[in-house]
């Protein structure tokens, strides 16, 4: 015979993942590279910003947001997710 349980909660925090992008709408005005430097960056090859390193901590999530923010275009998107810790 089964019986139906409830699914067990998976304890722990909950982490938020960001993946900042730019899209190809960037003019390379270098703003972002100015606020968040670690993370954003002008490739001289096609004249436009690229995230050279997505954030790892809430610190640098908040950096690329204000960079988000700043940008004249809206070139600067942010995808969050989250993700519970592997046991
Ligand atoms: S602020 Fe926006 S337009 Fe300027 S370089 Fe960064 S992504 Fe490109």
Redesign the pocket.
């Given at each position: 015979m089964e019986i139906d349980m409830p699914l067990p909660q998976v304890p722990g925090p909950t982490k938020v993942l960001s993946q900042f992008h730019?899209s190809r709408a960037?003019?390379?005005?270098?703003?972002?590279?100015g606020t968040a430097p670690r993370h954003?960056q002008?490739d001289p090859a096609v004249g436009?910003?690229s995230v050279v390193k997505q954030p790892t901590s809430e610190t640098e999530r908040q950096q690329c947001r204000e960079?988000l923010k700043?940008?004249?275009?809206q070139?600067?998107g942010e995808k969050s997710s989250t993700s519970r810790p592997v046991r």
């Open positions: 730019v960037c003019i390379g005005c270098g703003r972002c590279c954003f002008i436009q910003s960079a700043g940008c004249p275009v070139a600067i």
